[in-house]
């Protein structure tokens, strides 16, 4: 079965700061890969995708990702967060069995 | 457009008792998923259905069941409700079934077993 794992449970910057949140997946086949953001009160919203071609991804509200084979890896990072970033963000990995595997979330939390 | 609702929002129930969990897809969306999350464990995938076929499974037991209807809205039951089937309920549609579909989830049904 796949796993995801993600390396950090709770991150907390200032305003300004870069973000990059590392995510691991266990399959070695074929593998889409997503990035979901649920904001305090909110439901669970897809930040952006990767499914094939350009390993580097961009997404919503100034987000990306890269995807690196190699190092089963795809992190994701912004360069410049505002307050309104802060959230919990979930890597989530679907391959050949079609279920959508997610890591355990990392809580973002952004100072002004 | 409508995103996916669920009902009820939030329910309490106690332990030996059964529940039915709503999911309205998107309108057009014909593949509905069920998570349930929980602090311990995240987010765990229940089942998917498509056209009114269970499509896929996670590992949780039997008394976890689903169904899908002619109009895509699906319907989750528990049966004998355990203490630890206390989360959220998330259902999640997508237009087809295909891995690299787009999931869009709703806000969840929050059950309490009492």
């Known amino acids: 079965a796949q796993s995801v794992s993600q390396h950090n449970h709770h991150v907390i910057l200032s305003e300004a700061a870069s973000l990059e949140l590392g995510c691991n997946y266990s399959y070695g086949g074929t593998v889409n890969l997503f990035w979901y953001v649920q904001y305090p009160g909110q439901h669970l919203q897809l930040l952006l995708k990767?499914?094939?071609?350009?390993?580097l991804v961009k997404g919503i509200k100034g987000f990306e990702a890269e995807f690196i084979k190699s190092k089963f890896s795809f992190n994701l990072r912004k360069p410049s967060v505002q307050w309104s970033d802060t959230a919990e963000y979930f890597c989530a990995s679907r391959g050949d069995d079609y279920k959508l595997s997610f890591g355990a979330g990392t809580t973002v939390t952004v100072r002004a | 457009k409508a995103g996916v609702t669920q009902t009820p929002r939030y329910l309490i129930k106690t332990r030996g008792q059964q529940v039915t969990l709503s999911c309205s897809p998107i309108s057009g969306h014909r593949s509905v998923s069920w998570y349930q999350q929980t602090p311990g464990q995240g987010l765990q995938f229940l089942f998917e259905y498509f056209s009114e076929t269970q499509r896929n499974k996670g590992n949780f037991p039997g008394r976890f069941s689903g169904r899908q209807f002619s109009n895509s809205r699906s319907e989750m039951n528990v049966s004998t409700l355990e203490l630890g089937d206390s989360a959220l309920y998330l259902c999640a549609s997508s237009w087809s079934s295909a891995r690299s579909d787009t999931q869009y989830f709703g806000p969840g049904t929050r059950l309490t077993v009492l």
């Open positions: 990767y499914f094939s071609g350009d390993p």
